[in-house]
């Protein structure tokens, strides 16, 4: 069976700061890989897909993210973090069915 | 493009009420619509999973015949919560995908308060 931790679940940065939000995932061979967005109160956005090739996607709002298979990871990453950036993070695998992991909620301190 | 409509985004009803909210892919077929059942602070419960012209599977401990699911086109679904009550308060949220191992896309909600 398949499994996603983020092991962060509130992550405070300063807006303007660097941000990275992590992702592990089990699954017996090479899942497919999202990364979504929630506003509160609202639906999850797509940020970016990883199915194959280069392991490391750009996504929507400047966002990359970077599958390690040898980490079993797919954390993603902002430059320089924007006060709209607030929100809730969940990373989900795609391998026998969709997982959704239980969420990194991000606030950013102006 | 992939764009799921959700409606209402808001719903206040009384206890014993039924309530049907419903899901439209507006640009793209869906093979497979997903609803999802979300309480505050949290991740994602799924509830059931349907595809077009089939009876909707249901997670262990989802009540099919409280949460009854129709997904009678490639892009509409509905989700009815029959005779609701306070505990149905929630929010509900529901997904579509084209196919495969393709991205989910979200509708914005509906939020279900029952009086």
């Known amino acids: 069976a398949q499994s996603v931790t983020q092991p962060d679940i509130h992550i405070t940065v300063s807006e303007g700061a660097s941000l990275e939000l992590r992702c592990n995932y089990s699954y017996g061979a090479t899942p497919y890989l999202f990364w979504y967005v929630q506003s509160p109160g609202q639906g999850l956005q797509l940020l970016l897909k990883y199915f194959s090739g280069d392991t490391l996607v750009q996504g929507i709002k400047g966002f990359e993210a970077e599958f390690k298979r040898s980490q079993s990871s797919f954390n993603l990453r902002k430059p320089s973090v924007h006060w709209s950036d607030a929100a809730e993070y969940f990373c989900?695998?795609?391998?026998?069915?969709?997982?959704f992991g239980p969420g990194t909620r991000l606030s950013v301190l102006p | 493009g992939a764009v799921v409509s959700q409606h209402p985004s808001w719903v206040i009803c009384k206890s014993g009420t039924s309530v049907k909210i419903e899901c439209r892919s507006l640009?793209?077929?869906?093979?497979?619509m997903f609803w999802y059942r979300q309480f505050p602070k949290q991740s994602l419960m799924l509830m059931a999973t349907?595809?077009?012209?089939?009876?909707?599977?249901?997670e262990q401990g989802v009540e099919k015949d409280k949460f009854l699911i129709n997904h009678a086109s490639l892009t509409l679904s509905t989700l009815t919560v029959t005779s609701a009550h306070p505990e149905d308060s929630s929010f509900y949220i529901c997904s579509a995908q084209g196919g495969g191992h393709q991205p989910q896309h979200f509708g914005d909600g509906t939020r279900l308060s029952i009086l």
């Open positions: 349907s595809n077009e012209g089939s009876k909707a599977t249901y």
């Open positions: 640009d793209f077929q869906a093979t497979t």
């Open positions: 989900a695998v795609y391998g026998q069915n969709f997982v």
